[in-house]
């Protein structure tokens, strides 16, 4: 987040987050369910508070509540070398990291092995152009969370976020091997 808004972004975020319901997916209302087991909560229990005792500040979530329900948690001040942001994470967790300029958040954002989906939230076209050509990942969500997809689309990472792409024409293309025969 631009280091001119990061103050104003944090507060604004966690207040929104807090808003969201959170619990079973078979109710309408829901607008997140649980993680997939416990080792899941308990792997991003343990990365927040590993990130909080090095320096992070907790402003929304990190409440785990029965049935592998995790609340939606925004970190601030997250540094480069914690766990929360050197792996890929898998559960509702926001780090929040303050950068000066695009260029800074670029370099950031490029040094990670992993490279799934990455959002740019912007107004500039010029930005939305950069982030295109220049973020290293298999998609640029503008102005949206990264988890958006269709099926008709390829939908894959970059580095270690996977190899190939899903979508039905993208993933017979990636799960077929192709065999030339020639009977004369």
Known sequence: VDEAVYE???????????????????????????LINED?????KSWVESAINEGARLIAGGVVKEG???T??????????MNVICEEV????????????????????NNSPYGLQFSIFTNR???????IEEFECGGVVVNDIPTVRFDIQPYGGVKLSGIGREGPRFALEEMTEIKSVEIF
């Open 8 to 34: 104003e972004f944090a507060n604004k975020l966690a207040t929104e987050s807090k808003l969201l319901k959170v619990g079973s997916p078979f109710n309408e209302d829901t607008f997140m369910g649980p």
């Open 40 to 44: 899941a909560v308990n792997r991003a």
């Open 68 to 70: 592998n329900i995790f």
């Open 72 to 81: 939606p948690t925004v970190l601030a001040d997250v540094r480069d070398d």
């Open 90 to 109: 898998f559960a509702p967790i926001v780090s929040l990291v303050k950068v000066k300029d695009f260029d800074e958040a670029v370099d950031k954002i």
């Open 125 to 131: 076209l010029e930005l939305t152009k950069r982030a």
